[in-house]
């Protein structure tokens, strides 16, 4: 994730909360060091946004208490079923694209008052979510995958192979698969143009294409599901 886009979503995170969280909390949230997640918070503070930092138990970074949210029409009734259906997608894996749901469900959050989100989490506490989640994927691999498909560039992957053997490709995504227990990346190989499907789950490490390496993009074709 690019720092502007970064710095968008912390705020986002930070207004989604009342209580305090630790820069180290936010620096594994959104996978960057703690110095770099310092930066981002002074950044912060020095554009307007007005946090607070207070120490010992309990502390951290939050909003001054007398900062104003700009109004929604959301009930907490509503706001209820939508986190809900976005913390199941999370739980179970749905989606690779983990920063983006989880950027929006703040946002849900951060609209509502106090009260509503007390509320919120009474009625959340009451639901249980049960089933098969999708095989799992390292946490930077996600990002660099959701990275890649909302801003269009290439990544350079390193892959196991069903037998267990590993190599390497640089690819674009052509568009994404959900099918049962596996996210399947239908993409095209920089090098050769072939059509290639990987699982999610089998790539070992992924890094975003510099922008001056990145090659000419290719055609994505319909998101399935």
């Known amino acids: 994730m690019r720092r ?5 979503a912390l705020a986002d995170a930070l207004r989604a909360r009342r209580t305090g969280v630790t820069a180290e909390q936010l ?5 960057v060091t703690a110095r770099t997640m310092y930066r981002d918070l002074a950044a912060l503070q020095a554009g307007g946004l007005p946090l607070r930092a207070d120490r010992g ?3 951290g970074y939050a909003l001054d208490a007398s ?14 079923l939508l986190v809900a259906l976005g ?15 989880q950027a929006a469900l703040d946002k849900v959050r951060g609209a509502l008052s106090r009260s509503a989100q007390r509320e919120l989490l009474d009625v959340l506490a009451e639901v249980q979510l049960i089933g098969v989640p ?3 994927a390292p946490a930077a691999v996600r990002r660099a995958v959701e990275t890649a498909w909302f ?3 290439a990544l350079r992957v390193t892959y196991r192979r069903a037998n267990g053997q590993g190599g390497a490709r640089t690819v674009r995504l052509r568009n994404v698969v959900l099918d049962r227990q596996h996210t399947l990346l239908n ?26 390496e990145d090659p000419q993009p290719v055609t994505r074709g319909r998101r399935q599901a």
């Open 4 to 8: 502007r886009s970064r710095l968008f």
């Open 87 to 101: 913390r199941m997608a999370l739980e179970q894996r749905l989606l690779p694209f983990t920063e983006t749901l």
């Open 27 to 31: 620096a594994e949230r959104f996978g």
């Open 57 to 59: 138990r309990g502390g």
């Open 151 to 153: 801003e269009g560039r």
């Open 187 to 212: 993409c095209v190989d920089v090098d050769s143009g072939e059509a290639r499907q990987l699982r999610l789950d089998r790539i070992q490490s992924a890094k975003l294409v510099e922008d001056r």
């Open 67 to 80: 900062y104003q949210l700009p109004p929604v029409n959301l009930t907490a009734r509503e706001a209820a």
């Open 134 to 136: 999708a095989l799992p």
